[in-house]
């Protein structure tokens, strides 16, 4: 059974900084590209970052360049998310997405909220 647990989100203030985790099981992690989403309230879920199974590529949508790192660790199956200079408009809730055997799946979000 495919799982991904996402953790990491907290309240923080304009121009600070979290790191998110989405721990991955039930399937061959080293195997899958990973990505992150976000939604916020009242808005779709948009792409953040996305990540190639070896780590050795990632992409970010135009809007997300500059600020946000995806990075993975194939050893312990986990994928990261650094965001950094955080503005009011990241508050979201983010998701760890994975594509495996055809099959999507996502985790249950963990929620960040910048505010001063």
């Known amino acids: 059974q495919v799982q991904l647990v996402e953790s990491g989100g907290a309240l923080v203030q304009p121009g600070g900084s979290l790191r998110l985790s989405c721990a991955a099981s039930g399937f061959t992690f080293s195997s899958s590209p990973m990505s992150w989403y976000r939604q916020a309230p009242g808005k779709g879920r948009e792409l953040v970052a996305s990540?190639?199974?070896?780590?050795?590529?990632?992409s970010y949508p135009d809007s997300m360049k500059g600020r946000f790192t995806i990075s993975r660790d194939n050893a312990k199956n986990t994928v990261y998310l650094q965001m950094n200079s955080l503005k009011l408009e990241d508050t979201a809730m983010y998701y760890c997405?994975?594509?495996?055997?055809?099959?999507?799946?996502w985790g249950q979000g963990t929620q960040v909220t910048v505010s001063s």
């Open positions: 990540i190639t199974n070896t780590g050795g590529s990632t």
């Open positions: 997405y994975a594509l495996w055997r055809g099959l999507y799946y």
